[in-house]
């Protein structure tokens, strides 16, 4: 378990000072009577909470509160927070439901090849052969590497709107974050699904 000091909350913003702001763990949940949370982590494998006195938890563009870290704990892909203040199950539910967020600038900077599911969202997807697939609309995390959910560019196939491409790196072989496209080598009948 990690701790650090400092103590309140104060509400803030839905964009902090060093940009905007996005989830690193969602849908907090209450565990057990003593106040602590629980939250999904965002895929990354990155501890993006060691060395901050505090987090923001809210919604993407929302109002949000700053609670200030007094422990946590990350086991597989959740998290375990202990905000100080929060010393009850009454106090806790408060926040069920919300994420918690940080600034785009202000998170761990991940190895070379690895993104931000954050940073994926909106791009254009497109074949090494040049066909335009559509744009990644959200990230689905599994057991396995994340799906993108793309929006087809055509939805006249099967009647389907999204298809779903595996972020492994045999088939999306180039993230351009600079163009904003992410170029895909995907396997037979995959598009087709």
Same mark, same amino acid.
């Given at each position: ?19 905007? $702001? ?5 849908? $907090? ?17 990155? &501890? ?61 900077? $991940? ?50 709107? &999204? ?12 993230? &351009? ?17």
């Amino acid at each position: 378990m990690k701790s650090s000091s400092s103590s309140g909350r104060t509400p803030q913003s839905g964009e902090g000072e060093d940009g905007t $702001l996005v989830p690193v763990a969602t849908g $907090l949940r209450l565990r057990g009577a003593g106040g602590r949370l629980t939250a999904s982590l965002v895929p990354g494998g990155i &501890d993006q909470f060691q060395g901050r006195e505090s987090v923001l938890v809210g919604r993407p563009g929302g109002p949000v509160s700053r609670l200030e870290i007094e422990a946590y704990t990350i086991y597989g892909r959740k998290v375990v927070l202990k905000a100080r203040g929060v010393d009850s199950a009454a106090a806790a539910t408060a926040y069920e439901g919300l994420d918690i967020l940080m600034p785009c600038k202000g998170l761990v900077d $991940l190895p070379e090849g690895a993104h931000y599911i954050f940073e994926l969202v909106g791009m254009r997807v497109r074949t090494r052969a040049g066909l335009e697939v559509g744009t990644v609309r959200s990230v689905v995390a599994t057991g396995g590497a994340p799906l993108l959910v793309v929006g087809r560019v055509d939805d006249g196939l099967r009647g389907r709107k &999204d298809v779903l491409v595996p972020a492994a790196r045999s088939i999306c072989t180039e993230i &351009d974050k600079a163009s904003g496209c992410i170029t895909i080598d995907p396997p037979e009948g995959l598009l087709e699904l």
